[in-house]
């Protein structure tokens, strides 16, 4: 999974939106706290304004009844009643309208009982006071009384109303502090609030500005990338579809309209237009492939036929798989490929080995014929020769006698001549059944082959240990036999063969021509101390008939090592050969150690 950085990932930019809406939400509760702290700041001030004004009317209006009785005692005149009468009902009114609007003060509340207790006490006294005047019952000392408990009963409502006043004063401070305190952070708070919203509507322009131009450079790049696999496909040889599953919708390439022998976008992509144009012959076996891909992740390739709008029969190649778009959507893609050359190249390769195997079969005909029609006439010729020697030789003239020799010679080259023949067909055809075999063991079958030439030459074969390989058995027998022979045959006159057989095991990085599919190979060496070869032959020595030497210095047919290549080849390994003339040949064999 790639790494994204988190400041570069579309969620950082959904955040940052979430966060600003959270903030101006938050500023707009802080302004409309404020404003109804406001408003009720304004209320309080209005509220106790109204406490104080209606206070002093209260107590104006009870001046105006102490007045009223005053004036009336005096002067016995009833028209200063008028005030008193009506400054109960004004008191009355007064008090209530007091006592609503300090309704939410229980010290106001309080202070309000205590205020009326003192009113109707000094409404009693006034009311008494003038009862004793209307009757004439006007006793000094009574009345002298009356008017000190009034007095001091008028002194004690003046002191619960400013007492009323100075408390709501106080309220009144406690709540223009409260709301002062409220006020004194709140610009802070929201110059703060507002600074952060500015940073982050910033940085959200500034991804926005970036992913813009990101989004046109990728617009930029996904256009010269369509064109491109565009031309792509038109070089190619191939189109492209898709299905949206949600919609069970299909789209088509330009290209996949041109493999079709249609101008692009000439018809709607949908897939009956398509099963239009395949094959009749293949058309069930289209569909039935096609069924895995609402089942499968993958659509296997398969190959079929189509008949182009201008009647011409192609070979198309198709493969898909599903894949999850950005939007979550599941969506087919599959890829197809005009594959009619390699259809047609590869029916031309099958056709190649039909004739390849018939020549197989006239080669296994040739082989029979090598083995036994061949070899029967030269049986014959040497069985005639046999008894031609054996019982007329000293009949014939010498030249005669030449003559057989010649003959005998000839007859024996060419027998050998065909079971070398022989030998590299079955190189080449043999059965390449590979099993395990203890080298040692071959090459000890090989010296048992070739025991009455080595006690002849009196030749010293020396081995190392050699391993335990994979092998085709009778191949590398034959191959320890060929270069032993080789080794015997290229002695020198006088000097006894020593051949060495040597071998380790060395890496492919050991060797420059040795490749990498096997990072180790065993490397065997047979080494002699014959008559060697120059070495720009080192080559051609394993070429098919080639030779170095003349048929009269040295028997052969130029088939032995040929061979011995063969078999190396037919177990995946190499084979070298480096000579020194007068001094030896070395031949070195890698085969892979597993």
């Not at 599953?245 to 493999?259: I, K, M």
């Not at 018939?358 to 008894?387: G, V």
């Amino acid at each position: 999974m790639k790494y994204i950085q988190f400041h570069k990932a579309p969620v950082f930019l959904k955040i940052i939106f979430v966060i600003s809406v959270a903030i101006i939400f938050f500023i707009g509760g802080i302004t409309f706290k404020h404003i109804t702290v406001l408003k009720k700041s304004s209320a309080w001030v209005s509220n106790s304004h109204e406490v104080t004004a209606e206070l002093e009317r209260l107590i104006s209006y009870i001046k105006d009844a102490e007045t009223g009785q005053r004036g009336y005692i005096l002067s016995n005149d009833k028209s200063f009643l008028e005030p008193y009468y009506n400054s109960k009902v004004l008191v009355r009114k007064s008090y209530k309208r007091v006592s609503k609007l300090t309704a939410n003060s229980r010290t106001q509340q309080s202070n309000l009982k205590k205020l009326l207790f003192f009113i109707n006490k000094r409404q009693n006294y006034l009311s008494k006071s003038l009862y004793l005047t209307e009757q004439g019952i006007y006793d000094k000392e009574i009345l002298k009384n009356n008017l000190i408990i009034g007095k001091q009963t008028m002194d004690s409502i003046r002191v619960k109303i400013e007492d009323m006043m100075i408390t709501q004063q106080r309220l009144l401070k406690n709540r223009q502090q409260a709301y002062e305190s409220t006020m004194n952070y709140t610009p802070l708070l929201i110059y703060l609030t507002l600074i952060v919203t500015l940073i982050l509507i910033t940085i959200a322009f500034i991804k926005m500005n970036r992913d813009l131009v990101v989004l046109k450079n990728t617009i930029n790049t996904l256009s010269v990338a369509n064109e491109a696999n565009n031309l792509a496909e038109i070089v190619g040889g191939s189109g492209s579809w898709q299905l949206n599953f949600r919609t069970d919708t299909y789209n088509f390439s330009d290209n996949e309209y041109r493999l079709l022998g249609c101008k692009p976008q000439s018809f709607e992509a949908t897939l009956d237009a398509f099963l239009n144009f395949i094959h009749p012959e293949d058309l069930e076996f289209v569909i039935e492939n096609t069924k895995s891909i609402l089942t499968d992740n993958d659509l296997a390739p398969f190959t079929y036929r189509i008949i182009r709008n201008d009647g011409e029969i192609r070979y198309f190649r198709t493969l898909g798989r599903i894949v999850t778009v950005a939007s979550g959507d599941n969506t087919f893609i599959a890829t197809t490929s005009d594959v009619t050359e390699e259809v047609q190249a590869q029916n031309l390769i099958e056709e190649r080995n039909r004739e390849l195997e018939n020549n197989n079969k006239e080669l296994t005909a040739f082989n029979y014929i090598a083995s036994h029609d061949l070899q029967e006439p030269l049986r014959k010729i040497e069985t005639f020769l046999s008894r031609l020697v054996s019982k007329d030789y000293n009949n014939l003239s010498i030249s005669g006698q030449q003559y057989v020799s010649s003959i005998q010679s000839s007859a024996n080259r060419m027998r050998v001549l065909i079971q070398d023949l022989l030998q590299f067909s079955r190189t080449n055809k043999g059965e390449k059944v590979f099993e395990e075999a203890d080298l040692n063991v071959l090459l000890e079958n090989a010296n048992q082959a070739l025991a009455q030439i080595i006690e002849d030459k009196k030749a010293i074969v020396q081995s190392d240990e050699l391993p335990i390989l994979k092998v085709i058995p009778f191949q590398i027998q034959q191959l320890f036999i060929n270069l032993i022979s080789n080794s015997l045959k290229y002695s020198k006159v006088e000097t006894a063969p020593i051949i060495k057989i040597n071998t380790s095991i060395i890496t492919h990085n050991e060797e420059e021509f040795l490749p990498n599919s096997n990072s180790r190979y065993y490397k065997i060496t047979i080494e002699d101390n014959g008559i060697g070869f120059k070495q720009e032959y080192a080559k051609k020595i394993f070429i098919l008939f080639n030779r170095l030497h003349n048929k009269n210095e040295y028997e052969g047919t130029g088939i032995g090592l040929a061979i011995c290549k063969k078999i190396v080849e037919n177990h995946k390994g190499f084979i070298i050969a480096k000579g020194i003339p007068d001094e030896g040949a070395t031949f070195i064999i890698y085969l892979p150690a597993c």
